[in-house]
């Protein structure tokens, strides 16, 4: 311990519109300390930023963490942010830090260089380096939550672009004629795949007046029905849940088949609360990706499971220091 | 003229399974001279590769460039290559070339560098260095012919993957359940608006009765339909004929919108036969955009035609050199 004890850290804050983490963390990954809070709001304000870097410096504290040691603090966070300037250009679910420089004040608050990423941007980062593409130079991460995110690694380096548009692999067009999605297009992965689309399509098999398990569970307004839910009932074999978790493998392996011919990873990976269904999810995805990908010879056991979960955004902050710059 | 005598050159080569073209061309992408010639066929031995080594001696000769102005040959090969041997992997339309080292055996021959490319890596890299792409550092390629090819260039680089897909436009899923491709998939791009669909499509539309003045030009088996006939009967205000130059693209469009998300390009550029329709193909390319792709804010200005038509190939083989290695 004496040794680690001098090792220098970093430390990444992934910032949530309802929580916060805030976590120590080697160059080399290893995952010292981390807290969690609840992330306050405020109208006039960026409240979040203040309570992070007061979370960070009592969290430097109570380990004991001398200064010397500290190799920056790198920030995730749920919107654009300015590469350049560390500036956040628009946070959908804390308006309030709307155009605040996140990397000043962070640094001004806590003496120490400030980074701040993009929380997609992050959790690919985190995979790339510590998860389940550590061992890969080429990748593309899809991300299954409430919404669908997404990023791109080629030779090593998450990449956005230049307008911090590459590797929104949420609007992948998956059924051109489909459901408006909530971008202006119509059927992008999101419209079909997202959280409440998922619910939505189990409710409308059980009005159909399907049997399933999920009639019981679901709730007299169906209310009780989530994708963990849905893939708890799937793995007692529910057809109905089957049926979904297949649908929504179907779309994520057109989206993937899109992915392959303009990237060539060499990994991909499925993170999100959703791919917490496992096989039950990547069984349906390689097989939708088996037929239709011949062409590229795509290796199926190559579309595997994120690896970090819910740390994903805080290790790819922390890795945010250790890239030593500031990205989408 | 005497300045420009003492400058290097490089010798581009386009190698087509019908004819080949071979170019002078400087760092500048000014072009010397070109020559084009019949490509020789062969059961057992690679006599394309010698007739392409033999002519580019005699373009040497014949404008009396001496051997310490060139700084090497390039040259386009229609298949996939491998950068790092110089070696031929497949040529569908040239068998006998499958698996020749062609670097080898063209620096044996002429004495100087060689170097090989995929023919849609050259054509991409063509329009980066001297084409519509040669201010920006990001770009898409399609290229519509009689199939779709493209490629995809980052940081002012052309890039193909690590086994050579990247790029791989044609194969992007526009249509989930729509006719099956060569490639096994169905719904690609290249089985919507590949040069025979194009011409089917119109053939399907005359045989229900529709008026159109193609009825006359067609031929009784609709043998004299190609989509420059298609093309030019659009022009003329032909209904039938602006209906496939529509559905055309319609198709290019979406798969344009996937590209946008995927590679955040600051342009995309339309070559091949069929992009000589100009505005009548790149009008519907950019509605569709325009209406499916406000997310990214694209604007579908910057959508526009290749501008080395024909010679980009041979442009590309040339950059190869200047590039100073050979690429996927």
Redesign the interface.
């Known amino acids: 311990m004496s040794a680690q004890r001098n090792n220098p850290v970093a430390v990444g804050v992934d910032l949530g519109g309802t929580t916060f983490r805030v976590g120590l963390i080697t160059r080399e990954g290893e995952l010292l300390t981390q807290q969690e809070y609840p992330t306050p709001r405020s109208d006039d304000e960026p409240a979040a930023l203040h309570a992070a870097a007061a979370a960070v410096e009592g969290v430097l504290e109570s380990e004991a963490v001398k200064a010397d040691r500290v190799a920056g603090v790198g920030m995730g966070i749920p919107g654009p942010v300015d590469p350049e300037s560390g500036t956040i250009r628009q946070c959908p679910n804390l308006h309030e830090l709307d155009g605040v420089n996140a990397t000043e004040l962070m640094s001004q608050a806590t003496g120490t260089p400030a980074y701040i990423g993009n929380d997609a941007y992050c959790a690919t980062l985190a995979e790339l380096r510590y998860g389940a593409g550590r061992d890969v130079?080429?990748l593309v991460m899809l991300t299954l939550g409430t919404g669908v995110g997404g990023g791109?690694a080629?030779d090593n380096e998450v990449?956005?672009?230049?307008?911090?548009?590459?590797?929104?692999?949420g609007?992948?067009?998956?059924?051109?004629d489909g459901p408006r999605c909530g971008?202006?297009?119509?059927g992008c992965l999101e419209a079909l795949v997202g959280r409440d689309r998922m619910v939505d399509y189990a409710i409308r098999l059980l009005e159909q007046g399907r049997a399933s398990s999920l009639g019981e569970r679901a709730g007299p307004r169906h209310e009780q029905l989530t994708p963990r839910v849905i893939a708890e009932a799937a793995q007692g074999g529910d057809e109905l849940a089957l049926e979904v978790m297949a649908r929504t493998g179907y779309y994520v392996g057109?989206a993937i088949?899109?992915?392959?011919?303009?990237?060539?990873?060499?990994l991909i990976l499925i993170g999100g609360g959703i791919a917490g269904a496992g096989q039950l999810l990547l069984e349906p995805i390689r097989r939708t990706v088996r037929?239709?990908?011949?062409?590229?010879?795509f290796d199926v056991s190559r579309i595997v499971a994120a690896e970090l979960g819910n740390e994903a955004g805080m290790y790819g902050a922390a890795a945010l220091v250790w890239e030593g710059s500031a990205e989408g």
């Open positions: 130079a080429n791109i080629l990449r956005r672009g230049p307008r911090q548009i590459m590797g929104e692999v609007h992948l067009i998956v059924e051109p971008c202006g297009n119509h057109v088949c899109d992915c392959i011919v303009l990237c060539d990873p060499d037929h239709r990908s011949m062409i590229s010879g």
